[in-house]
């Protein structure tokens, strides 16, 4: 086939195909992007068109799967732009989580400084994982002693970093 075949037979259609495609994209502009892609790949493939067959017919189907190939594309796009926009605000919160905690270190570390030694010590070994009776044996103080000084510097904590507490 040649030139003709698209100026003779595909483009004396264009009013119809051109509505076909509104009935698409219900956007004129659109319609007629749809429109000239469809008339390219007529124009790429016209060989392949069989003689004596439904023109319209082929031409149609060809602009409905560019049609429904754009949509999904579309699709898949917006799902992807959703998941990298998701990410990005993982990604912030993760900054915002990370600013926030390093306040939070340091105010903590400010109040563990401010418990008095006797209780600091045995709450921290205590943090670490020794048990009662570890710590106990290396301070040489009886266990009961050791637990009231571990409350004593919970209790510190607790209320010194009150307005961390989540209401």
């Given at each position: 086939m040649n030139k003709n075949f698209i100026k003779n037979e595909v483009l004396i259609h264009t009013d119809t195909l051109l509505q076909y495609a509104n009935k698409f994209t219900k956007d004129q502009e659109e319609a007629e992007d749809l429109l000239q892609e469809t008339l390219i790949k007529v124009l790429k493939y016209?060989?392949?068109?069989?003689?004596?067959?439904?023109?319209?017919?082929?031409?149609?189907?060809?602009?409905?799967?560019?049609?429904?190939?754009?949509?999904?594309?579309?699709?898949?796009?917006?799902?992807?732009?959703?998941?990298?926009?998701?990410?990005?605000?993982?990604?912030?919160?993760?900054?915002?989580?990370?600013?926030?905690?390093?306040?939070?270190?340091?105010?903590l570390n400010l109040v563990l400084r401010s418990i008095p030694e006797k209780h600091y010590i045995p709450f921290m070994m205590f943090f670490e994982g020794y048990k009662y009776y570890e710590i106990a044996d290396?301070?040489?103080?009886?266990?009961?002693?050791?637990?009231?000084?571990?409350?004593t510097a919970r209790k510190l904590l607790k209320q010194r970093l009150k307005s961390y507490r989540q209401t």
């Open positions: 016209q060989d392949s068109f069989e003689k004596n067959t439904n023109l319209l017919g082929w031409v149609y189907t060809i602009m409905k799967n560019i049609f429904i190939n754009g949509c999904r594309k579309k699709v898949l796009e917006k799902n992807y732009l959703s998941k990298v926009q998701s990410i990005g605000e993982t990604l912030k919160q993760q900054s915002n989580n990370k600013c926030l905690d390093n306040f939070m270190r340091e105010d290396h301070l040489g103080l009886p266990e009961g002693t050791i637990k009231t000084r571990i409350h």
